[in-house]
């Protein structure tokens, strides 16, 4: 079923004021601008992740917010690909990515590709060089960096800086036809190889990449760099805040540099400004789409949409909503430092969103069978059992059916239990959810002295009561042994088992996976109810925690479940243990 959008009404509760908001607040009250338009501008090189998630939900929101606040504006916000490096990009992810977006609730209002005005860009940087801003650099990648310097030492000037107009414009139209090598030449900005900042120390604005485009096919041999036309591509579309993370602070003067130069020339409908926000990390996991691309190629998981990645695709595989991350992005806030965000505070969203979704239900991963032997062997009592607590306003349960056979977690019964532990044990009582109570009477073992199976004695006395004058303490969860469905679960965890990955080479990361990250159980037993489960349907396993039907994997007569979240933070208990 469809994700409804997500919407910003007049009636909502006032959103916190940040320092974006507080921005295009005041630029609003000065009249510097009447609208508000933002966007989204991913490269189409990999899939989406978590800290995307977050500029999702601000650019989104603020044109949501604002369009209620401004009604009859053309206040908007673009999702526009910043697709400049041919030999990284492809449709497969640009597909991916509109899902996400939509997935989260949000439709863009306008879908443009930096591709769209490549022309543009071409005119634009003959302009460059035509006013001397501009020129034909033949050094090769070693010596542009050799001839930069250092943030201690200032750079020197190439030895091509000084090529004349007519000389640039001419290798440059020619490098447009083919004629150049991969390498050979760049067009590089005229702008002061002494600057402290070293992105002003003659930035690359075109290089050679004969490599098919795939919007734009074999057209172009040359492409822009992403500083260049980011920029342009903005100013173009009339975008009014230019809102990025942090990493690009130090791009903002050459974003400047590229609309002032060209702003006269070009008439742009705006003088978009670059603002920057913190981007949003969380531990236990990686978060740069190079060590996701590793762990894709490398098979150390099974793809982009692997339930214990934190791309969009994975967590919504894994069975995370849309409404519980744009709460995490919410909670995180919009700040000017960066910061790690403890796993806990997702976990927490998921965990509060669910608990109105989810309808509970009864599930047992390590199956011990329990045979109840004063249980007339042919009946079946059908038990009433809710769908949801007392807590939880909704409506809604099921029949599931009792018979002599159960089957009840490994973990609930113990041989010899420790004095608080209030489940079953030789002797012990304890209450079967919905159920009676049962006795433990005897104890089954293999030749290996492995408990194989219980049998027990039910009270027909006890169905929703506790008799007067027994106190019986422990509630465990079972499943009809006779009607049980089938099923493999698997386990999800943090992806990595250490806060942080290494910071040595990249690959030292893969070090760090946690190999508890998944765990795969089959020969679960289900409830009668789940037979019937979709794929995407969500439930709480009672006692076990929430968990989603697989989207890919799961068959009719071959359910596989995924484990979305535990019930409480297991993790932090583990940890302190």
């Not at 600057?195 to 990449?209: E, G, V």
């Not at 990025?244 to 020339?265: A, G, H, P, Q, S």
Request: aromatic letters at 10%; proline letters at 6%; one cysteine or more.
């Amino acid at each position: 079923m469809a994700e409804r959008q997500w919407e910003v009404s007049s009636t909502a509760p006032a959103k916190p004021v940040d320092f974006i908001r507080e921005i295009i607040n005041d630029d609003l009250e000065s009249g510097r601008h009447t609208k508000v338009v933002t966007r989204f501008p991913p490269e189409p090189n990999g899939f989406l992740h978590i800290g995307h998630a977050k500029s999702i939900c601000l650019n989104f929101g603020l044109a949501l917010e604002y369009r209620d606040r401004l009604p009859g504006s053309a206040t908007r916000c673009h999702l526009r690909f910043d697709d400049t490096d041919p030999t990284k990009e492809e449709t497969l992810y640009e597909e991916a990515i509109k899902e996400d977006v939509r997935w989260l609730g949000f439709e863009w209002d306008g879908l443009y590709h930096a591709s769209d005005y490549f022309e543009k860009m071409f005119e634009y940087a003959e302009h460059l060089i035509m006013s001397g801003k501009a020129y034909v650099c033949s050094l090769t990648d070693p010596e542009v960096k050799e001839y930069r310097g250092s943030l201690t030492t200032p750079g020197r000037n190439s030895p091509y800086r000084e090529r004349s107009v007519d000389e640039n414009v001419d290798l440059f139209r020619r490098m447009r036809k083919g004629e150049f090598k991969d390498g050979e030449h760049t067009l590089r900005a005229r702008i002061d190889m002494a600057s402290a900042n070293m992105k002003m120390r003659d930035p690359l604005l075109y290089r050679i990449r004969h490599a098919t485009h795939h919007m734009t096919g074999d057209a172009w041999c040359i492409y822009p760099m992403y500083d260049y036309a980011h920029p342009i591509s903005d100013a173009i579309e009339g975008i009014t805040h230019s809102i990025c993370t942090l990493e690009f602070e130090n791009n903002r003067e050459l974003y400047d540099w590229v609309i002032d130069n060209l702003m006269e020339y070009a008439k742009f409908p705006s003088r978009p400004r670059q603002y920057e926000f913190a981007r949003l990390s969380l531990n236990y996991t990686v978060m740069s789409k190079r060590r996701l691309l590793e762990l894709v190629e490398g098979k150390h998981v099974s793809g982009w949409d692997d339930p214990r990645l934190p791309t969009i695709a994975g967590m919504r595989r894994r069975g995370y909503t849309p409404e519980s991350i744009r709460a995490f992005c919410a909670s995180v806030g919009v700040a000017k430092a960066n910061s790690t965000v403890d796993m806990a505070q997702l976990e927490f969203c998921i965990r509060d969103d669910l608990n109105q979704k989810a309808p509970r239900v009864l599930a047992v991963l390590k199956p011990l069978k329990v045979v109840i032997e004063n249980f007339p062997e042919a009946d079946v009592e059908e038990l009433d059992a809710s769908y949801w607590p007392h807590d939880v306003p909704r409506e809604g349960s099921r029949k599931v059916p009792f018979c002599r056979e159960i089957y009840i977690e490994q973990d609930d019964f113990m041989l010899e239990p420790p004095k608080d532990f209030y489940r079953l044990a030789p002797g012990q009582e304890v209450r079967l959810r919905y159920a009676y109570t049962i006795t433990c009477t005897d104890v089954v073992k293999d030749s290996a002295g492995n408990v194989t199976e219980l049998r027990c004695r039910y009270d027909p006395e006890t169905l929703g009561r506790n008799p007067e004058g027994r106190k019986v303490k422990g509630t465990i969860h079972w499943v009809s042994a006779r009607h049980a469905v089938d099923a493999e679960i698997r386990l999800y965890d943090r992806l990595l088992s250490e806060e942080a990955p290494p910071t040595g080479k990249d690959s030292d990361f893969l070090e760090a996976i946690n190999p508890n990250a998944l765990t795969v159980v089959t020969g679960c037993k289900l409830e009668r109810s789940l037979g019937e489960a979709k794929p995407g349907e969500r439930f709480q396993f009672e006692r076990q925690g929430y968990f989603v039907v697989d989207v890919k994997d799961s068959k009719p007569g071959a359910l596989v479940f995924n484990r979305i979240v535990t019930m409480k933070d297991s993790w932090a208990r583990a940890q302190k243990k």
